[in-house]
Nanobody
Framework: QVQLVESGGGLVQAGTSLRLSCAAS????????MGWFRQAPGKEREFVGA????????YYRDSTKGRFTISRDNAENTVYLQMNSLKPEDTAVYYC????????????????WGQGTQVTVSS
């Protein structure tokens, strides 16, 4: 059982940056592909991006490419989501998730989820 805890959310103005962290309890963290998802009020949960177990490959949804960067530190069992040039439409609860299979944009392929952290971007 992998426990994931997100942190770093908050209220920021458009155009600024935030860095989210997701700490994992599992010592085998490096075996998991890690993903970030978000869910805005009244909307479906959507894929933000993912990073391979080695950290060498990353994937992003089109609307975040060039603004968001995912990285991981396997020694610290932590994955990060650096968000730059934030927009009001980025407002959502952000979740990290772990997959033992592969990097995927489908939430169904992730086995473990954090509780989420709120990001609110004001215009």
């Amino acid at each position: 059982q992998v426990q994931l805890v997100e942190s770093g959310g908050g209220l920021v103005q458009a155009g600024t940056s935030l860095r989210l962290s997701c700490a994992a309890s599992e010592r085998t963290f490096s075996r998991y592909t890690m993903g970030w998802f978000r869910q805005a009020p009244g909307k479906e949960r959507e894929f933000v991006g993912a990073i391979s177990w080695s950290g060498t490959t990353t994937y992003y949804r089109d609307s975040t490419k060039g603004r968001f960067t995912i990285s991981r530190d396997n020694a610290e069992n932590t994955v990060y989501l650096q968000m730059n040039s934030l927009k009001p439409e980025d407002t959502a609860v952000y979740y990290c998730a772990a997959s033992s299979i592969r990097a995927s944009g489908s939430a169904a392929e992730y086995d473990y989820w954090g509780q989420g952290t709120q990001v609110t971007v004001s215009s």
